[in-house]
């Protein structure tokens, strides 16, 4: 069995001169405060505080960084316990299924994922051996006892992990009752929502109509109109703003934006109403909407977030018995600078607005978004998002973005999960590769070592803060 030894020095380049510099900048944020701007972690488990059911529900069943793994090696989800759309019989003994993560615990080796696991494991829960066979119930047993304990509960977890504030991500038609429970509930840890218009904003989504009605049903207004629905949106922005929402969050499948005559806009949203746009009207509504998201924003403060460059749930079998975000979805290639032209043209001069842009296609960051967001005051750069929020795919990131757009105009780290236990992970990887970066720069002598001790603690802490209006 193999035993855990989580180097000090993990991460950092081999040469001595530049692991000595990383070494000195991590030093100093380490213990900073995580602020995590956006991710999916419910926050139910922070309104009810309950203990975690069992270890098997916390690490795997909602981490599809996981299950895609294993289910690429042949594994079937009905034998991880994911639940289907119909409710057909998936397996539900917890211990069966950490014996089958745990023999295919190899799976990880050299993955971001395993980097997160082993740090969860052994500093988190303090496990001494790393998954196998062998050790599957021993490992299991342990770590129920301590879920079970009060100091593993999810709001004594958030103190532990020194969370300033984390933001999750809701629909427009979301109650936020969890929300609400946790501010009246007293505690001060800080749990904020995060405004995700996109199942009444794309037209393609099933039962796109009915999600129209419920959003009317909420604001008590008739959205018969597009005039009618803009409204209600606005209506809703509002309401996430009362609620402690700072950002927008908009999963496009491509950053095309366009704007349309008010009369065009109006017809397209009738003929969807009516069941006949198609995937073209679609495409172009999505691009009308984002211009109508960033004028919002640039009225009511909120930041903007675009994810666009994932073909969402390429799996159509998968998707259609497990649904959403099983994953599933696939990097396709991206365009920013036309397909952003309008959209910075008509909002990206105005200091009121920030748009901060994700990429799964990484050829764009030095062609493309780098030189964007290196002249637009309105345009920041996201973090390396999912695939590529890794030890490589970190220092590609600042490799490709930096000579171009600098530090000051990218936003920090978000980890992007639905796994509450991997966030303090994830922040350290990134606080390990920014500090490996820095270290290389002051080993080259192109800054000195104060600048990068001041470029990490602002990469770290205060640029999110900043960006998100935290």
Known sequence: MAHYHLHPD???????????????????????????????????????????????????????????????????????????????????????????????YYLFNGTPTGVWLDYEFNVVFGLKEKPDGGNALKNYDELNEKLGSPEFLPRTLYKRFNIEVMSTTDAAADTLEHHRSIRESGWDGRII??????????????????????????????VDSFAGYIGALEDRRRFFQRMGATST??????????????KEADALFRKALQGKATPEDARVF????????????????????????????HNPALFDRFGLDKGHDIPVLAEFTLNMRELLNRYGNDPRLTVIVFTLDEATYSRELAPLAGHYPALKLGPAWWFNDSIRGITHYRESTTETAGFYNTVGFNDDTRAFVSIPARHDVSRRMDANYLGGLVARHIITTDEALTIAKNLTYHLVKEAYKL
């Open 10 to 104: 993990r991460f950092f380049d081999p040469d001595p001169e530049i692991r000595k510099y990383a070494r000195e900048i991590y030093e100093t944020i380490t213990s900073l405060p995580i602020v995590s701007p956006h991710g999916h972690v419910d926050p139910k488990i922070f309104a009810e505080n309950r203990p975690f059911p069992n270890p098997t529900q916390l690490f795997i069943t909602p981490d599809h960084y996981l299950f895609r793994m294993l289910y690429s090696q042949g594994i079937p989800m009905e034998s991880l316990g994911i639940p289907t759309v119909d409710g057909s019989q998936v397996e539900t003994d917890p211990k069966k299924i950490w014996r089958i993560f745990a023999e295919h």
């Open 193 to 222: 929502p995060c405004f995700r218009p996109d199942t009444v904003t794309d037209i393609s989504t099933k039962n796109w109509a009915g999600n129209i009605a419920r959003l009317g049903e909420l604001t008590g207004s008739a």
């Open 249 to 262: 969050d908009h999963g496009v499948f491509a950053p095309y934006t366009h704007e349309l005559t008010e």
């Open 286 to 313: 999505t691009a009308h909407m984002l211009m109508e998201m960033a004028r919002m924003s640039t009225n009511d403060g909120m930041v903007m977030q675009i994810h666009p460059g994932s073909c969402r749930n």
